[in-house]
């Protein structure tokens, strides 16, 4: 694989949520750049953000030159990645994808810095980040799996809105205002729908039991991400997952409550072993509750509630929290990039 000891960076949808956390998160961990193009729709175009690579002019991505990049990271929505992201390897970058359009990809390695880094050796221009939710996850089940091998597991999420973009994040802020300025109509049931456009019911003060769209067997996209990112980060695709995804109105983090099973019993003094030293886990123990104002702004996925089954034994519940614009994207999406670094 080929490696770069200043690499010319582009960051595309560097005016969202995720990407103006990618430019924060490359500078922070000083990546090397030897300089950086940030990219984004026309309406954002010819804006100037200011970075630790000086004034950085926004520029359009429609008219934009792919060459003289050595990475990409993307992270503009799918239909970009697939118009612009072929492109841009053409052109000779290395795309690090943020959207789940080549996730699934046979020759596209979808890899979690610090669970399956091996992987990213095989690409062929693109390497797809896997979905947030997912993610926060496998930085639990990932060190659990090479240890005991997860033979099933059930998981539920309880996703963020700014898993949907700044709108996501604007919708909630307006909802709470709307559906807060009565909360005798919250308690009595005579609250006014505020209308949102981005979800199929209310945001504000409520929890929707369907994150994404419904897909095939009535389980949605979100929920199929899960099964199948699992499956192709792990390398065992026997893995029999049951998701549920969920969207609560908190700002950021992705938590998911997971019971796996494993080739043989795995009991607490093993999975604490285990977690204990996973690399960007920070594991909590009873007393202290990881929740998703906890996750916010830093890098590590929290993981606590360790529980062995009571149900059937031999397997183990857990609750895993991550900041889903910075491990669930930004920051894996940098850590990706720092593999093709010298
Ligand atoms: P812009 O701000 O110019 O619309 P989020 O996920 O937070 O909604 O952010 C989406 C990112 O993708 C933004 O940077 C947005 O740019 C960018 N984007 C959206 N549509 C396009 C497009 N058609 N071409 C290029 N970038 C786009």
């Known amino acids: 694989m080929k490696t770069y000891p200043q690499p010319r960076v582009a960051v595309v949808g560097a005016t969202g949520a995720v990407g103006t956390t990618m430019v924060s998160i490359l500078s922070e961990r000083g990546f090397p750049a030897a300089d950086l193009r940030l990219m984004?729709?026309?309406?954002?175009?010819?804006?100037?953000?200011s970075t630790k690579w000086g004034d950085v002019t926004v520029e359009d991505l429609a008219t934009a030159d792919p060459s003289e990049i050595d990475i990409a990271l993307f992270s503009a929505g799918g239909a970009r990645s697939l118009e612009y992201?072929?492109?841009?390897?053409?052109?000779g970058a290395v795309v690090?994808?943020?959207?789940?359009?080549?996730?699934?990809?046979?020759?596209?390695?979808?890899v979690v810095a610090q669970v399956n880094n091996k992987a990213i050796e095989s690409h062929k221009g693109i390497v797809a980040n896997p979905n947030c939710t997912t993610m926060a996850l496998m930085m639990a089940a990932g060190p659990l799996h090479k240890a005991a091998g997860i033979k099933s597991m059930v998981a539920?999420?309880?996703?963020?809105?700014?898993?949907?973009?700044?709108?996501?994040?604007?919708?909630?802020?307006?909802?709470?205002?709307?559906?807060?300025?009565?909360?005798?109509?919250?308690?009595d049931?005579?609250?006014?729908?505020p209308q949102g456009d981005l979800y199929t019911r209310p945001i504000g003060f409520n929890v929707l039991p369907l994150a994404g769209s419904i897909t095939d067997a009535g389980y949605t996209d979100e929920e199929w991400k899960l099964?199948?990112?699992?499956?192709?980060?792990?390398?065992?695709?026997?893995?029999?997952?049951?998701?549920?995804?969920?969207?609560?109105?908190?700002?950021?983090?992705?938590?998911?409550?997971?019971?796996?099973?494993?080739?043989?019993?795995?009991?607490?003094?093993e999975a604490v072993a285990v977690l204990g030293d996973a690399p960007?886990?920070?594991?909590w123990d009873d007393r202290k509750v990881p929740t998703p104002l906890d996750s916010a702004g830093i890098?590590?996925?929290l993981v606590g509630r360790l529980r062995e089954t009571v149900g059937s034994p031999g397997g183990i519940s857990l609750f895993a929290i991550g900041d889903n614009l910075r491990k669930g994207a930004a920051l894996n999406a940098v850590e990706l990039a720092e593999l093709l670094v010298d």
């Not at 049931?189 to 729908?193: E, I, K, P, Q, S």
């Open 40 to 49: 984004a729709s026309e309406r954002s175009a010819g804006s100037v953000v």
């Open 85 to 91: 992201a072929p492109k841009f390897a053409a052109a």
């Open 96 to 110: 690090v994808d943020n959207s789940s359009a080549f996730r699934m990809d046979p020759e596209v390695p979808l």
């Open 156 to 187: 539920t999420s309880y996703q963020s809105v700014s898993g949907s973009g700044q709108t996501g994040i604007t919708q909630l802020r307006r909802e709470i205002e709307a559906l807060g300025s009565d909360v005798d109509a919250l308690v």
């Open 189 to 193: 049931g005579t609250w006014v729908d």
């Open 227 to 269: 099964v199948n990112e699992t499956r192709k980060i792990l390398g065992k695709d026997s893995i029999l997952v049951e998701p549920t995804c969920v969207r609560v109105p908190v700002m950021v983090g992705h938590g998911i409550a997971a019971t796996m099973w494993f080739d043989r019993a795995v009991d607490m003094d």
């Open 280 to 283: 960007g886990v920070e594991l």
């Open 299 to 301: 890098d590590d996925v």
